[in-house]
């Protein structure tokens, strides 16, 4: 079985400029989860889906980021345009159901210089 | 709103000797707690969880863990550690099934032969 996979594992990207990430999640989860990891700090959880609906966005730090799940399957996070504090690591996850462990990717590292 | 605390940044062992890496948490209703460890260049990797039943769990690795409900403490053991289990660890709580992981800032394990 495939794990959670997250494209791309690193991005540079200029303050101002837009970066898409993606995640695919393991087949038949219901459940995705974004995540970010600013340096030394805590993991933060930013939202989740059930399915293609947002179930609970209340982590996402403000309007520039927007999370798509077009299908149910793979999801996209847009952070437009990008500042220097958006720097960090973007997990994802996915989860059977709401309450089995999440499996995580291996994340993308966002560098905004 | 439910939190995490992993009081030590960094814990250092000698191979062979046991290993403790530790975790408290706060939640209003029941805890569903979890360890995940992230290897270098790697994603978050589930080791273990507690949602009901004994309060030692056994996970991966030779780990396990115990859930203390007046201590409200969640602390990560291993009997005889290993050079391979270097690496950070976060202890995660949910706050019932189907609500956000939130994670501790993690603790960094040094397994020096």
């Known amino acids: 079985e495939a794990g959670v996979t997250q494209f791309p594992s690193h991005s540079v990207i200029e303050k101002g400029q837009t970066v898409t990430l993606r995640c695919d999640p393991i087949?038949?989860?219901?459940?995705l989860y974004w995540y970010r990891r600013v340096m030394g700090k805590e993991i933060k959880f930013l939202l989740h889906f059930v399915k293609e609906s947002k179930q609970d966005e209340s982590g996402m730090p403000n309007n520039r980021f927007l999370a798509e799940r077009t299908g149910g399957t793979y999801s996209t996070l847009k952070v437009q345009p990008a500042e220097l504090e958006d720097s960090g690591v973007y997990f994802c996850a996915s989860s059977r159901t709401g309450s089995s462990p999440a499996f995580f990717g291996q994340g993308t590292r966002l560098t905004v210089v | 709103a439910q939190s995490v605390a992993q009081p030590e940044d960094q814990v250092n062992v000698a191979e062979g000797n046991p290993l403790t890496v530790k975790c408290t948490y706060s939640v209003s209703g029941n805890p569903y707690l979890f360890w995940y460890v992230q290897y270098p260049n790697r994603g978050l990797q589930f080791l273990l969880k507690y949602i009901t039943g004994d309060n030692l769990v056994k996970g991966s690795y030779g780990f396990e863990a115990e859930f203390n409900k007046s201590q409200t403490s969640f602390h990560l053991k291993k009997p005889s550690a290993l050079v391979s289990d270097s690496a950070l660890y976060f202890c995660?709580?949910?706050?019932?099934?189907?609500?956000?992981?939130?994670f501790g800032k993690g603790t960094r394990l040094s397994v020096i032969a």
């Open positions: 995660a709580v949910r706050d019932g099934g189907n609500t956000p992981l939130v």
């Open positions: 087949s038949g989860h219901d459940n």
